[in-house]
């Protein structure tokens, strides 16, 4: 009976993998090819060196992209990406310009049809960047195989997934890869789908939403569970985006449901081994100078003095922050800007209400188009 139940979970998620090879590789050809808003991604204002970055990726490229918002975290000179679903490839080739020549990026992607648009522009991205040699890599396999794709365990100092983990059928499993890849203080920084509740299995069957990144998103709460169970940090939520579908026919089908567009930042640290700090940003990360936004809960303004909670400690301490950040035991002169530690885990539903009440006139939209293209040129 065992053996039975075995093969017929591999064959689900066979089916599933096959269905969305079918439908990022042959049914969308262009972002305006979705079928709901789900996956468009929110206008936003995006940093001069990350919108120049940009600009430098070829329009087709550009045109076969669908994720999920903007995921560029800081400090990334000579680091080396493993981006998880890269699609065409243009956050690699936007990342590439970001770690420099001495850095490398490698994009991981089962669909062919975009691995070849990837491909096809490797030469013509190195010689716009002017690198020597290309620092920029694509790999054909599943994200819930890292290892059996030939990727190697303990050599990513960060991993970056646009709008794919929920795409896949075994998100622990997702997780679990990662955090094998990962180097001792890397970090899982990622935006995806999340949603209200549990769905149904009437949703997850649903061809179509699970192609536009619905059928297939996680609960938020499951997320932080299964986090732990891997062995990762606790997510810290770094933004999120109400998602409107706009669509009136999945509408009927996802009832009550709702969904945001989310970034998470993970970290492969000791668990809570460091007391609570203060700590003082030093101001020396490129883009963020004067402010650190790290993610909802701390942001680090240079030279002010900051109280941290264990976790967040161990974070600063065994990641590559560490020279970024001066530490030193509570109770120490904090003066009169000393700032205090938040805890516990925020809603991704109140985060994106909260940001929508502050920034009324943005848009709403989630995960896997474009929108934003304009405002990147």
């Not at 329009?59 to 699609?87: A, H, M, N």
Request: glycine fraction near 8%.
């Amino acid at each position: 009976m065992a053996e039975e139940a075995s093969c017929c979970a591999k064959s689900c998620v066979d089916n599933i993998h096959v269905d969305v090879k079918e439908y990022y590789g042959k049914v969308l050809k262009k972002s305006s090819d979705l079928k709901s808003n789900a996956c468009v991604t929110p206008v936003q204002r995006i940093p001069d060196f990350i919108r120049q970055a940009l600009k430098k990726v070829h329009p087709e490229v550009t045109d076969r992209y669908y994720g999920c918002g903007l995921v560029v975290p800081e400090c990334l000179e000579v680091c080396r990406i493993l981006d998880l679903g890269s699609g065409s490839g243009r956050d690699c080739y936007m990342l590439s310009q970001l770690v420099g020549e001495s850095g490398h990026v490698t994009g991981i992607d089962m669909t062919e049809d975009q691995l070849e648009v990837a491909r096809t522009y490797i030469d013509y991205h190195m010689q716009e960047f002017g690198y020597k040699k290309p620092n920029v890599s694509f790999v054909q396999g599943y994200i819930e195989a890292l290892t059996e794709a030939g990727l190697e365990r303990s050599s990513y100092d960060i991993i970056i997934s646009n709008c794919v983990v929920n795409l896949s059928p075994d998100k622990k499993r997702v997780l679990a890869e990662a955090y094998c890849m990962l180097k001792d203080g890397g970090e899982l920084y990622f935006s995806d789908i999340y949603s209200s509740g549990r769905l149904t299995e009437e949703i997850k069957n649903h061809k179509v939403l699970w192609g536009e990144c619905l059928g297939g998103a996680l609960w938020w709460k499951d997320l932080l569970r299964l986090a732990e169970e891997v062995g990762f940090s606790t997510p810290r939520l770094v933004k999120a985006n109400v998602i409107t579908v706009d669509n009136k026919e999945l509408q009927d089908i996802l009832d009550d449901f709702k969904f945001v567009s989310a970034t998470y930042r993970l970290f492969k640290v000791p668990k809570s081994s460091t007391n609570p700090c203060q700590v003082i940003y030093n101001g020396n990360i490129k883009g963020v100078e004067d402010s650190f936004q790290f993610d909802c809960q701390y942001t680090f303004k240079v030279n002010e003095v900051v109280e941290v909670d264990g976790e967040m400690a161990s974070i600063l301490t065994h990641s590559r922050f560490s020279e970024d950040f001066t530490l030193q035991p509570p109770g120490g002169p904090s003066g009169p800007c000393g700032v205090k530690p938040k805890a516990g885990s925020v809603d991704p539903f109140v985060l994106a209400l909260q940001l929508e009440k502050e920034s009324p006139g943005s848009a709403t939209g989630g995960c896997c188009s474009t929108q934003s293209t304009g405002c990147c040129k």
